[in-house]
Nanobody
Framework: QVDLVESGGGLVQPGGSLRLSCAAS????????MGWYRQAPGAQRELVAH???????NYADSVKGRFTISRDNLKNTVYLQMNNLKPEDTAVYYC?????????WGQGTQVTVSS
């Protein structure tokens, strides 16, 4: 019932920037916490950032000061601005709507940071 479509991934050099977008279906987007998660090859999926319906944010320590999560409730879209990217940021990035009981996931978008 909830569809999430991600875009904006790609290949970037260390120190570069990317902006990820996740467009959600339905007007209920504005009611729920949205999150960005990532999963590197052979690793567990991990939290990157959360944003509430009111715009409050929290970040993983590994990205704090470099990444910014934001949302546009009119466009039903959540963003992840990624600056000063590092090779260890390489992963598939997923957006998630934290709707009970299990949440809803996007399809993921690949981010590769390499020289």
């Amino acid at each position: 019932q909830v569809d999430l479509v991600e875009s904006g991934g790609g290949l970037v050099q260390p120190g570069g920037s990317l902006r990820l977008s996740c467009a959600a279906s339905g007007s209920i987007f504005s009611l729920y916490i949205m999150g960005w998660y990532r999963q590197a090859p052979g690793a567990q999926r991990e939290l990157v950032a959360h944003i509430t319906n009111g715009g409050s944010t929290n970040y993983a320590d590994s990205v704090k000061g470099r990444f910014t999560i934001s949302r546009d409730n009119l466009k039903n879209t959540v963003y992840l601005q990624m600056n000063n990217l590092k090779p260890e940021d390489t992963a598939v990035y997923y957006c998630k709507a934290l709707i009970p009981p299990n949440g809803y996931w996007g399809q993921g978008t690949q981010v590769t940071v390499s020289s």
